[in-house]
C-alpha cells in the first residue's frame, strides 16, 4: 500500500479556503469602498451647501467694505459715503451709502 504523500492531495483543498477567503475579501472591500464613497459624497453636499457661491445663488449678496476689504455684518460697519462691493451670483456691483 501506497501512502500519499503528494502534496496535490492536501494542497488542493487549502487553495479552495484560499481562494474563498479571497473572494470574500474583496467583496468586504468592494463594500467599504463603496460605503466610503457614500459617506464622501454625503460630505461634500454637506459643504457644498454651506459655501458662500451656493449661498450667492440662492439670491443672497455679500457687502464688502472698499475701505477696510472686510464683509459688513451689521449696517454700523458702514458709514454714508463708503463705497461698497456688492458680490453676487452673477459677479459684483459698486454701491454707495447713502444717509437714511
Keep these: 500500500m501506497r ?3 503528494s502534496p496535490k492531495r492536501w494542497l488542493t483543498p487549502v ?3 484560499t481562494d474563498a477567503l479571497t473572494a470574500r475579501q474583496d467583496r468586504a472591500l468592494l463594500a467599504q469602498l463603496a460605503a466610503h464613497r457614500h459617506a464622501l459624497a454625503q ?4 459643504l457644498h451647501a454651506l459655501s458662500p457661491l451656493a449661498v ?3 439670491g443672497y449678496a ?3 467694505s472698499e475701505r477696510t476689504g472686510r464683509a459688513l455684518r451689521e449696517p454700523a460697519d458702514a458709514e454714508v459715503g463708503d463705497r461698497l462691493r456688492l458680490k453676487l451670483h452673477g459677479g459684483e456691483v459698486r ?3 447713502i444717509p437714511r
Design 95 to 97: 454701491a454707495e451709502v
Design 3 to 5: 501512502c500519499e504523500l
Design 56 to 58: 450667492l445663488s440662492r
Design 43 to 46: 460630505r461634500a453636499a454637506q
Design 15 to 17: 487553495r479552495v479556503d
Design 62 to 64: 455679500i457687502a464688502l
